[in-house]
């Protein structure tokens, strides 16, 4: 409904005519589970891997998935308008085993002057929120933010949220797809009907900033790191949910997994060699690898490449 062929440039194979929304580049969720695509163990499951190499690949976790979801999210059109509940609330609305989605999002593309939605306007509280609904105006009381290329912004569950056109990005989350759909922009699908809404749920779960601390919620949403700064990483996230740091080199630089379970590594630009203990990788722009504990330590040879990590 709302993709485009913009994966393309991360090499993903979309056919001609294809619109693709999303590529899920890690993932352990019900709805797509990812699988190894090179060496001796292609062909097996993430979820596979974790019965097998248990804490070598994967911390302990409630319900015995993957910890985080990684996606690739081209939003050729805007996205319907929606809020994330928290953990606790997922589980006891949803299912004792399903999570919230605490998530953040790199801009990989943008067009100028492009905006998303991020969080309520200053001055409007719930009960004026659900009057807007009511009258059907519920754009008056979404908060519109200008973003390029590079931004980083750290969803907090609660906060109303949506891409808007001509965006792509590196979507990094808790491993969970629990959405309530506030607003679809009054779209229907390919049978005529519009998409179902959350409303009841979504109110639930909307965090209304007092006017007082408005700015300082909305500008801590976005994460502050110098985008030029070359051979060098920098620290972007660290919570419970997932760490994430932004590395950006113009030469060989060594990585150490200390005592982490896992590395994710995304290419943002770029490609570089990964080698490890006995064995290498190419890699370029678009891939998305997965480096377990046992690997202990490796390097990347390069060029110039820009890396988003998750690590726990």
Not at 125 to 135: H, Y
Not at 183 to 211: C, M, Q, S, T
Not at 248 to 258: A, L, R, Y
Not at 278 to 296: A, H, Q, S, Y
Request: hydrophobic share 35%; proline share 4%; net charge neutral.
């Amino acid at each position: 409904m709302w993709g485009g062929h913009n994966l393309r440039k991360l090499g993903k194979p979309i056919k001609k005519g294809e619109i693709v929304a999303e590529s899920w580049e890690i993932s352990d969720h019900n709805d797509d589970i990812s699988t190894v695509e090179n060496g001796p163990l292609t062909g097996k499951s993430l979820r596979e891997l974790i019965e097998i190499y248990g804490e070598d690949i994967s911390p302990k976790t409630e319900n015995g998935r993957f910890p985080i979801l990684i996606k690739y999210i081209d939003a050729n059109k805007r996205l319907s308008v929606q809020v994330h509940p928290d953990d606790e609330y997922a589980k006891t609305h949803e299912s004792p085993n399903e999570l919230g989605k605490t998530e953040c999002w790199y801009v990989m593309d943008a067009p100028t002057n492009a905006e998303l939605i991020m969080g309520i306007k200053k001055g409007v509280d719930k009960d004026s929120f659900i009057k807007m609904i009511r009258e059907n105006r519920i754009e008056d009381g979404l908060n519109r933010i200008k973003v390029q290329k590079g931004d980083f912004i750290y969803i907090k569950t609660g906060t109303v949220h949506a891409l808007l056109e001509g965006i792509m990005v590196c979507e990094i989350q808790e491993n969970s797809d629990t959405t309530y759909r506030l607003y679809d922009w009054g779209r229907v699908d390919n049978d005529g009907k519009p998409r179902p809404l959350h409303i009841d749920k979504a109110l639930d779960v909307i965090y209304f900033p007092p006017e007082k601390i408005y700015n300082d919620y909305i500008r801590d949403l976005f994460i502050n790191y110098d985008k030029n700064l070359d051979n060098a990483g920098q620290k972007l996230v660290r919570s419970k949910y997932f760490n994430i740091d932004f590395l950006k080199f113009s030469k060989t630089f060594n990585q150490e997994m200390e005592d982490y379970h896992f590395h994710t590594l995304n290419i943002i630009c770029g490609e570089g060699i990964l080698k490890y203990k006995n064995g290498f990788e190419r890699i370029k722009m678009g891939d998305t690898i997965l480096v377990p504990r046992p690997i202990k330590n490796y390097k990347i040879e390069t060029k110039g490449i820009t890396i988003l990590k998750t690590f726990l």
